[in-house]
């Protein structure tokens, strides 16, 4: 059971060049799993130019511009392979992708959706920024049961074996206008939000990355992150 997670931050990347990174990755680990060889962890960290990407199961009527009006929004569209439907990607955002064999954490699926959420919220709450969780929807949610119920946070997670890829997008000092071009992870009567419109000012983000880091660590079970470019 190996409980290290290599960390490693690709800065800004576009999607389709991180997609097949990780894969790479994920590939290796299932092909390792199944010879019974020890398998490695990761956690990437990244930034994304502007892009929609729409789930297996999303809905393409959820995505509000044509291919003309995303050419002028300066942004792509990408179907994937993660659960979940559509979502934004783009600069000020934190996107973690965390390619983890669930077995060297005793974790099933569940739970490990729960920890990365856990991890979130307790990360935000060092910034006084107060998120729970949505009944029946993944990610980390402010206002929750309230008319201003908003998202600071998506999680679309693909699995294969007990072992994971893509993972969650925090959005940190990130261009909200970019969502009012989609109905964000399907949702037509929720807001979205960031760490900067709730705060009045934009975050560190590379103080915000080693706080993440730190939180995540402790809800897998205390394991040691090496840093890696």
């Known amino acids: 059971m190996n409980r290290c997670i290599q960390y490693i931050d690709w800065g800004l990347i576009e999607y389709n060049e991180a997609w097949e990174k990780q894969e790479a990755l994920f590939s290796n680990s299932i092909n390792r799993k199944m010879q019974e060889l020890r398998t490695d962890n990761y956690l990437v960290f990244c930034e994304h130019p502007h892009v929609y990407t729409l789930g297996k199961s999303g809905d393409e009527q959820n995505m509000l511009l044509n291919y003309i009006q995303l050419q002028a929004k300066d942004a792509s569209f ?9 979502t934004y990607h783009g600069p000020g955002q934190v996107v973690g992708y965390p390619i983890f064999d669930l077995a060297n954490f005793n974790s099933g699926l569940k739970q490990y959706i729960h920890s990365i959420e856990e991890a979130i919220i307790n990360t935000l709450a060092l910034y006084n920024i107060p998120t729970t969780r949505l009944e029946g929807a993944t990610g980390v949610w402010l206002d929750v ?14 699995s294969s074996r007990y072992v994971t890829m893509h993972g969650f997008a925090l959005n940190v000092n990130t261009q909200l206008e970019y969502f009012n071009y989609i109905n964000p992870c399907g949702f037509v009567d929720k807001g979205v939000t960031s760490m900067e419109k709730e705060l009045g000012h934009q975050v560190d983000m590379e103080e915000l990355k080693v706080r993440l880091l730190k939180a995540i660590e402790e809800q897998f079970a205390g394991v040691f992150i090496i840093s890696r470019k």
Do not use: E, F, Q, Y
């Open 78 to 86: 990408v179907h994937t392979n993660r659960g979940g439907d559509i």
């Open 145 to 158: 049961g309230l008319p201003t119920c908003r998202k600071i946070c998506a999680i679309g997670v693909r």
